[in-house]
Each structure stands twice: as structure tokens, then as C-alpha cells.
């Protein structure tokens, strides 16, 4: 019986945890990637650089070229810094499915922008991008194979 009675408790408790975790995620909204584009209206200058002098601007199509000559599983590892967020929340996942992230767009060096689009806080979108940043994607292998090491500003705007 009074097995019975701590157990019923201990019900209790851990459905007041679940409930408290579901409430907290809805009230949490996360960022998430919405693509370069997303940015145009707001930062013309910025994009239009972007767009007509980074190489970045057309990451996919680099890899889209050697598919073929891949299997998928290594094509799927070009993804990773081609594209946008890929494997991260609301970031690239396909051609088809998220066209808008197909590129390493603006937010691979100033994060998920949905926060900030909406309304242009600039407390919500990262400015002090750093070279540790740079180094996910440029990596000391890929620097020391090209003899390159990036500026701050390079590829960027
Ligand atoms: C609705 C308009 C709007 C859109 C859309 C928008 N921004 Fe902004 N952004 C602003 C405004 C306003 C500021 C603050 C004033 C300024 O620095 O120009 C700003 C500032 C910034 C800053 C500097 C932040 C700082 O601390 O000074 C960065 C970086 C930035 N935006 C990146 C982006 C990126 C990347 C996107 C697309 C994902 C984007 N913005 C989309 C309006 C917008
Ligand atoms: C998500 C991965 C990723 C991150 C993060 C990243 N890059 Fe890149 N960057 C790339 C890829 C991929 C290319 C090559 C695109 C192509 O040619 O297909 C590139 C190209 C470049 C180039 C070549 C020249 C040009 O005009 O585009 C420069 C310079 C560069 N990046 C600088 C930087 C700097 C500086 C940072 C950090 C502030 C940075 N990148 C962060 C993926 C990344
Ligand atoms: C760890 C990050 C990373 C991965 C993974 C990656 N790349 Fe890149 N790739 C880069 C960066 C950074 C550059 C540009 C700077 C450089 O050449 O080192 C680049 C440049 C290139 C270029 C040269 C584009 C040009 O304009 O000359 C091609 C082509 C390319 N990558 C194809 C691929 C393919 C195909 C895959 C998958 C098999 C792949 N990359 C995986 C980061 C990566
Ligand atoms: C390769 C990394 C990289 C990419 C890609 C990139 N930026 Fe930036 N961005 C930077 C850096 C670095 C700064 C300078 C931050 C600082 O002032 O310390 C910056 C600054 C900014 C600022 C603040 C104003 C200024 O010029 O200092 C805005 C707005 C901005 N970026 C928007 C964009 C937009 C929109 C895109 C895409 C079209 C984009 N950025 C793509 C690296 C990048």
C-alpha cells in the first residue's frame, strides 16, 4: 500500500517535469537558418558584394560539379561547409527541400539570422565574427594544402 502511494508520487513528479520541459520549449523560440536572400532587402551592399564577389556565393555548385564522381555518403560530407548549417536545427538538409541554403551563405559567419530578420535587432545576429569561425570550414589541412590563409573580411562582403 504504501509502495502503492510513492510510486503514484513518483508519477506525479516526473509529469510535472514533462509538462514543465514542453512549456519551456515553446516558450524558447530558436534560431534558425533562413538563407542569404533573407538578408538582401535590408543590407543591399552587403549582398550584392557578396553575391557578385565571393565564392561562397556559389559553394554548391563547386560540389554539385563532382556528384557524380562521388558516392552519396561523400558527397554528403561536402555539405558540411558548401552549404548552410547542414545538420544543425532549421539548416540545410537538401536541394529540394531547403533551395534557400544551398550556399555557405551570410550565416555560416554571423549565425541563424530568423530572430534578427524579423525587424533587424542587432543584438539578435552575431557581429564579431572570428577566425576561430573561419577555421570550421578552413581548416589547417585545407590551409597548409592551398598555402592560403584567409583574411577576416575575405569571402565575405
Ligand atoms: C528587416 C531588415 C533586416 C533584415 C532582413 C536583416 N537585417 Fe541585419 N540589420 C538590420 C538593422 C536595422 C541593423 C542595425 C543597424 C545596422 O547596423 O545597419 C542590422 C545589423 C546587422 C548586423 C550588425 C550587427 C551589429 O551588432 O551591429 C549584422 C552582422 C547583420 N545585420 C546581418 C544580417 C544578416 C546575416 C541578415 C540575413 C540573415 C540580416 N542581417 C537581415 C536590419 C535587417
Ligand atoms: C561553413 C563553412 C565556411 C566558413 C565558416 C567560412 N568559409 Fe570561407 N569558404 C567556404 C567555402 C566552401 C569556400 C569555397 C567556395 C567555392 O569556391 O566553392 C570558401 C571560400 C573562401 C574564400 C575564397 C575567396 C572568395 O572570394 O570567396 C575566402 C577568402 C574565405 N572563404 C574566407 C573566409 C573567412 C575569412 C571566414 C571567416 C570569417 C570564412 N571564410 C568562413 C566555407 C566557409
Ligand atoms: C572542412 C570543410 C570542407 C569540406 C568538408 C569540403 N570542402 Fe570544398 N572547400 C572548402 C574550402 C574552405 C574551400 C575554399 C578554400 C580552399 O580552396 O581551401 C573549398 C574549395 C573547394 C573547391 C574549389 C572551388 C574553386 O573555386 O576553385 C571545390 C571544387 C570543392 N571545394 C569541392 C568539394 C567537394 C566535392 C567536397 C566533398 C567531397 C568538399 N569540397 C568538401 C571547404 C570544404
Ligand atoms: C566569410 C564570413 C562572412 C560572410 C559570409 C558574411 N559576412 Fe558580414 N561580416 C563579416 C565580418 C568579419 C564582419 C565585420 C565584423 C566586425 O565589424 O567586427 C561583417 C560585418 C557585417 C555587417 C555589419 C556592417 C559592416 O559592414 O561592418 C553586416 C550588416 C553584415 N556583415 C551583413 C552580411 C550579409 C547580409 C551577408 C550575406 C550577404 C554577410 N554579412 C556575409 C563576415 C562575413
Do not use: W
Not at 558548401?82 to 554571423?110: I, N, R, W
Amino acid at each position: 500500500m504504501k509502495c502503492h502511494i510513492i510510486f503514484t508520487l513518483f508519477f506525479l513528479f516526473c509529469l510535472g517535469l514533462a509538462v514543465q520541459t514542453l512549456a519551456a520549449q515553446s516558450l524558447i523560440k530558436e534560431k534558425k537558418y533562413v538563407g542569404a536572400k533573407a538578408c538582401m532587402a535590408c543590407h543591399e551592399k552587403e549582398y550584392s558584394n557578396y553575391m557578385n564577389f565571393a565564392k561562397k556565393a556559389k559553394s554548391f555548385e563547386s560540389i554539385k560539379k563532382m556528384e557524380a564522381k562521388l558516392t552519396p555518403e561523400e558527397y554528403r560530407g561536402c555539405f558540411e561547409c558548401h552549404t548552410t548549417g547542414y545538420g544543425k536545427p532549421g539548416g540545410f538538409e537538401s536541394e529540394e527541400k531547403t533551395p534557400d541554403l544551398k550556399d555557405a551563405g551570410c550565416e555560416v559567419c554571423h549565425g541563424p539570422g530568423s530572430l534578427h530578420i524579423d525587424g533587424g535587432d542587432p543584438d539578435k545576429i552575431i557581429r564579431d565574427v572570428t577566425m576561430e569561425n573561419c577555421n570550421t570550414c578552413h581548416n589547417k589541412d585545407r590551409i597548409e594544402a592551398f598555402d592560403f590563409k584567409p583574411l577576416l573580411f575575405g569571402g565575405a562582403h
